[in-house]
Nanobody, 114 residues
Framework: QVQLVESGGGLVQPGGSLRLSCAASGSIFNFIMGWYRQAPGKERELVAQIDNIDKTNYGDAVKGRFTISRDNAKNTMYLQMNSLKPEDTAVYYC?????????WGQGTQVTVSS
């Protein structure tokens, strides 16, 4: 069982930046890692994912603005978010999965507002 804990969320003005972290309680080696988000009244959507050879994939809404990365030695994944927009406001969740294993964090709130 792997526990995931997100941090780094908060309130930021439009155009600003935030860096989210997802710390795992165990090794994330060989896990695919991802960030998802869910805004009020909307379905949860993929923001970005990174596999065990650092191949990345981004949702269309964040391409060119967000960057996902991972540090296997620290069992941590990151999401650098730049040029934030009000529509990026959501709860951001960390996910790790491989084969039959699938883990989610509790989420961290990101609010983009002036």
């Amino acid at each position: 069982q792997v526990q995931l804990v997100e941090s780094g969320g908060g309130l930021v003005q439009p155009g600003g930046s935030l860096r989210l972290s997802c710390a795992a309680s165990g090794s994330i080696f060989n896990f695919i890692m991802g960030w998802y988000r869910q805004a009020p009244g909307k379905e949860r959507e993929l923001v970005a994912q990174i596999d065990n050879i650092d191949k990345t994939n981004y949702g269309d809404a964040v391409k060119g603005r967000f960057t996902i990365s991972r540090d296997n030695a620290k069992n941590t994944m990151y999401l650098q978010m730049n040029s934030l927009k009000p529509e990026d406001t959501a709860v951001y969740y960390c996910r790790s999965w491989r084969c039959a294993e699938n883990y989610w964090g509790q989420g961290t709130q990101v609010t983009v507002s002036s």
